[in-house]
């Protein structure tokens, strides 16, 4: 098995930063696509943006270039840069681990976190 640990949410005014990060730790496993997602009240889950193994990424239109997402292979740990923050950029952010490997079991596997909310408010 695998677990997630998020960690650097918190509350920001408009226009501000932070950085989220994922940390994955269990028996030997390894990662190949790493995504945020985040949901809003009242709204679905949303994807925020992907990295693969090999560094390629995708984007909702919505982050643009206000957001970045990285990856530490050798420390399992995705991470998010979130810039030029908005109100609407409020939600609980979720990182997600996919395509997982468990080398015990031969498995794919799929995981989630537990979630971080991230406001922005004035």
């Known amino acids: 098995q695998v677990q997630l640990v998020e960690s650097g949410g918190g509350l920001v005014q408009p226009g501000g930063s932070l950085r989220l990060s994922c940390a994955a730790s269990g028996s030997s496993f390894s990662i190949n696509v790493w995504g945020w997602y985040r949901q809003a009240p009242g709204k679905q889950r949303e994807l925020v943006a992907t990295?693969?193994?090999?560094?390629?990424?995708t984007y909702a239109d919505s982050v643009k270039g206000r957001f970045t997402i990285s990856r530490d292979n050798a420390k399992n740990t995705v991470y998010l840069q979130m810039n030029s923050l908005k109100p609407e950029d409020t939600a609980v952010y979720y990182c997600?681990?996919?395509?997982?490997?468990?080398?015990?079991?031969?498995?794919?596997?799929?995981?989630w976190g537990q979630g971080t909310q991230v406001t922005v408010s004035s």
């Open positions: 990295i693969t193994s090999g560094g390629s990424t």
């Open positions: 997600n681990a996919d395509h997982v490997l468990l080398y015990s079991t031969r498995s794919i596997n799929n995981y």
